[in-house]
């Protein structure tokens, strides 16, 4: 059975760092990981999605990369803003239908 | 494209009355999702449907919960009666299918049935 998880559950950093989110996920048998991000009371904004062929996806300060032997995924995110702060989750697209979600980061970044 | 589009954006209602949800998927899509988010239970996956055709509803908690999707454009979920614990945040999704897989939320209608 695919189980995501992501470390850590929430992050707080101050203005302009660099940081890794981590998603890892049981089975490489996926077509897609797909990370997300929700704000508060928002539905999931679709950030950046990597094929099971592709090992990264770049998106502005984002870049996204995917090791299906290992079965991890990180979200890089370059230069952080107080804007960035919201919640950030991974989800594996296995086949068919389900997507699989992970709990989420939430992410803080302090001005 | 206007993305998908969710109504009502918040619903309060009292315990055992009828909650009708709507969502409008993005134009082209042809696989629709209803999911639910709680704090307790994160996003569950409720119902699929592929070219209007519901394919998986194990996820729906009980026969209270009902889904349709008459045509392309338009799906509903339906709790009747509701009880307290529907309390959720109610997504729906779209995708264009096949491998790809990439999904399209909604921005929530946030239920609480008191």
């Known amino acids: 059975k695919q189980e995501v998880t992501q470390i850590p559950a929430a992050l707080s950093v101050p203005e302009g760092e660099n940081l890794v989110l981590n998603c890892s996920f049981t089975d490489s048998a996926i077509y897609n990981l797909q990370w997300f991000r929700q704000d508060p009371g928002k539905g999931l904004t679709s950030l950046l999605l990597i094929q099971s062929s592709q090992r990264e996806q770049t998106s502005g300060r984002l870049n996204a990369s995917l090791d299906k032997s290992s079965g991890r995924s990180t979200l890089y995110i370059a230069a952080s803003q107080p804007g960035d702060s919201a919640t950030y989750l991974c989800?594996?697209?296995?086949?068919?239908?389900?997507?699989?979600f992970g709990a989420g980061t939430r992410l803080f970044v302090k001005a | 494209d206007a993305g998908v589009i969710q109504s009502p954006r918040h619903e309060v209602t009292e315990m055992g009355q009828e909650v009708t949800l709507r969502c409008k998927p993005i134009s082209g899509h042809n696989s629709l999702f209803w999911y639910r988010q709680t704090m307790m239970r994160g996003l569950e996956l409720l119902i699929y449907?592929?070219?209007?055709?519901?394919?998986?509803d194990s996820g729906m908690p009980e026969d209270r919960f009902s889904a349709k999707m008459p045509n392309a454009s338009f799906s509903t979920l339906k709790i009747q009666p509701s009880e307290p614990r529907d309390s959720a945040v109610y997504f729906c999704?779209?995708?264009?299918?096949?491998?790809?897989?990439?999904?399209?939320f909604g921005e929530g209608s946030r239920l609480t049935v008191l």
């Open positions: 449907f592929n070219n209007n055709v519901p394919i998986d």
């Open positions: 999704a779209s995708a264009s299918g096949g491998t790809t897989g990439e999904l399209f």
């Open positions: 989800a594996v697209y296995p086949g068919g239908f389900k997507t699989i």
